[in-house]
């Protein structure tokens, strides 16, 4: 025969408890919202597949610090999603129009060219 003992949690137990439960929590919105997240920002956003997961897991990341697990998370999610996806474009964009505004063009190397030839 077997007893069952009941253990009485101590403080710091409690804590550990806690933690578990909230780390099932997270981990259950992590597998229901990550694909559908991922999808929304290729779909909604064109950006590539890499950078849309990337975008994804820095919402994650963000949401470990500040999502309250005991609401709903998706509204808070999406949006969180979105800004991101929004600064990852604009960011690329501006990259781009800098490299072009700042990199040098086939005009400039044949204009350095020929000056060197001159000298």
Known sequence: MTSLRRRRLGAGDVGSVAANAS?????????????????????RYGLRSE???EVVQDAFVVALAKLDTAG????????????????????????AWLLTRWSPTEADEENRETEGVQQ
């Open 23 to 43: 780390d099932a929590v997270f981990d259950s919105i992590y597998r229901a919202f990550f694909l559908r997240l991922v999808r929304r920002v290729i779909c």
């Open 51 to 53: 950078d849309a997961v």
């Open 72 to 95: 709903e998370p998706g509204p808070w999610l999406y949006k969180t999603v979105d800004n991101l996806a929004l600064n990852l474009r604009r960011k690329t964009g501006r990259r």
